[in-house]
């Protein structure tokens, strides 16, 4: 099965880096999902909750303020300000 390689960073830490089957996100232009194998994508993320589906652990909501999201060759980088909560606990 294939997967997405996450970082997931705040303006003082890196989050969170795993693999997952599924991100969720609300863009300024509307709700996003990215699945492996997703086209090339830069976009302005809304502030909201970002839903991480990782492959080991538990699906994970945490809360950013907004940021930008790149997905490229199933490496999905999402960077934020402030990012409260953790994925895979």
């Known amino acids: 099965m ?6 997931l ?8 880096e795993g693999d ?3 991100i969720s996100c609300r863009t300024v ?9 997703h086209a ?3 976009s302005v993320l809304d502030e909201g909750d970002l839903i991480v589906d990782p492959v080991s652990g538990q699906r994970s909501t ?8 790149s997905v490229d060759s199933d490496k999905v980088t ?4 402030v990012i409260s909560g953790t994925v895979g606990a």
């Open 2 to 7: 294939s997967s997405l390689n996450v970082q």
């Open 9 to 16: 960073v705040a303006a003082d830490r890196k989050v969170w």
């Open 20 to 22: 997952a089957k599924e």
């Open 29 to 37: 232009a509307g709700e996003l999902g990215i699945l492996p194998g």
């Open 40 to 42: 090339p994508l830069l």
């Open 62 to 69: 945490v809360t950013i303020d907004g940021g930008f999201i």
């Open 78 to 81: 999402i960077v934020a300000e």
